[in-house]
């Protein structure tokens, strides 16, 4: 990554220590015994203000139960969760709120679709592309349902720089190839995939279908879901400031329409008879049972507070926050980066001559909190550092003292050594 020097920010600007004022866990740091340096947030983001405020509000006044019961309390509640899926398909420029289905998470939503087309659309001896960067989410389901059902599961291989190999990628491509999954941004490396190039490489190949696992991109990249033009995208929304157990599946209506229902139950249903079952139309039919109406409705305050915080310009600090993180470990001889270039939100590295479970105890120890080992992506961590690696990961709120206290950790390591 060539970096102007110029550019490095020293001092975290005002605006961001407004934006991190908005974030209960920085509030009384000083109450705080362990990790107050908190660096991992590619495992999950600390939830903002607004969307707590929604919470409690919901759970104090508006709480009932959604699509249901037609008293004002219901119908309030149904509208709120409504208004949120249209919030968040125009936050994703989706065409349509019917094409935002609400999973439990980003793991609910690969299951969805990878199960769907397992049933639907890939038969016996197909095959199913998959990339080496893959989050065990989206690798583990389309191995385990390749065993299944019997089709070949075939794993496009990364470049040095640890992208998708859009000549591997092209050489797999065949007429039997009916899907592929692949990450936005390795929540292992931090590498941006170059999901433009694969879209395109595929375009001419009707019958592919393409997953996009957006969940580390979500919190540092603003997506456009019509300009990408893929058939689905999915995260869960603790990854960007929201609380747990929510996710956003985003499919096409021509394959959300296709797909068979995931799960089974109230809601999904339009009539039942003794023997049958006619599904609801999009998106119930794949929200079978009460849904996460409190993570709904948090998650929409968290929509409103992003933009009125101008998400955007939040995006550019992080961005040279960054950089700045990887000049300095750029030159620490004794940090060896596992990628350096095409980097958001995230680095990975291996600290000379120390492993990095004890490295990331040492750290623990002195307040920073990260990860070490292997991220949920076994299979990639094996192939280019079977040793683990630790994971810094940073977001809007991170601020630069953060970054030098942790800079200041990292040289104390050699202490260690
Ligand atoms: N995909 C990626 C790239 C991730 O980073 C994660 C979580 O770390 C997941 C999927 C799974 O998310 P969840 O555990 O919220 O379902």
Redesign the pocket.
């Known amino acids: 990554m060539s970096i102007n020097p110029d550019s490095l920010i020293m001092y975290t600007p005002d605006f961001i220590k407004q934006f991190r004022a908005q974030f209960p866990f920085y509030q009384n740091q000083t109450d705080k015994p362990i990790s107050s340096v908190y660096l991992d947030n590619?495992?999950?983001t600390h939830i903002c203000q607004p969307a707590l405020d929604a919470i409690n509000h919901y759970y104090q006044f508006e709480h009932a139960n959604v699509h249901r019961s037609s008293h004002p309390l219901a119908i309030g509640a149904s509208n709120q969760f409504e208004a949120v899926r249209q919030q968040t398909a125009h936050w994703l420029n989706a065409i349509d709120k019917n094409e935002i289905v609400w999973t439990?998470?980003?793991?609910?939503?690969?299951n969805l679709i990878a199960h769907g087309l397992s049933k639907v659309h890939i038969k016996a001896g197909d095959e199913v592309i998959i990339s080496l960067a893959?989050?065990h989410?989206?690798f583990v389901t389309w191995q385990q349902l390749a065993k299944y059902y019997n089709f070949n599961l075939k794993v496009v291989s990364l470049t040095q720089d640890l992208q998708i190999d859009l000549a591997h990628l092209s050489h797999l491509i065949n007429p039997k190839t009916k899907a592929i999954a692949f990450?936005h941004?390795?929540?292992a490396t931090g590498v941006i995939q170059p999901v433009d190039a694969i879209l395109q490489l595929i375009k001419p190949h009707k019958q592919i279908v393409s997953i996009i696992?957006g969940?580390?991109a979500v919190n540092h990249i603003p997506i456009n879901i019509q300009a990408l033009n893929c058939d689905f995208y999915f995260?869960?929304a603790?990854?960007m400031h929201a609380g747990?157990g929510l996710?956003v599946c985003y499919g096409k209506q021509s394959w959300l329409n296709a797909l068979p229902p995931y799960q089974f139950g109230g809601e999904m249903v339009k009539h039942v008879s003794l023997d049958d079952t006619q599904f609801n139309q999009l998106p119930f039919k794949f929200e079978a049972g009460t849904p996460n109406i409190s993570a709904v409705i948090a998650f929409g305050a968290t929509l409103k507070f992003l933009t009125q915080f101008q998400w955007q310009k939040i995006k550019v600090y992080e961005n040279e926050l960054m950089a700045y993180l990887l000049n300095e470990l750029e030159q620490r001889k004794s940090i060896n980066l596992l990628a350096d270039d095409h980097l958001v939100g995230a680095v990975s590295f291996t600290v000379k001559d120390m492993h990095c479970k004890d490295a990331s105890d040492i750290l623990s120890q002195m307040g920073v909190a990260l990860r070490a080992g292997s991220h949920?992506a076994m299979p990639l961590i094996q192939a280019i550092c079977p040793q683990g690696s630790l994971r810094v990961s940073i977001c809007g709120y991170t601020s630069v003292e953060d970054i030098n206290y942790f800079l200041f950790c990292i040289d104390e390591l050699n202490e260690f050594l």
Do not use: I, W
């Not at 439990?104 to 690969?110: F, P």
């Open positions: 590619a495992a999950t439990k998470g980003a793991t609910e939503a690969a893959e989050h989410a989206h990450c941004v390795s929540n696992d969940s580390q995260f869960s603790h990854k747990t996710g949920c």
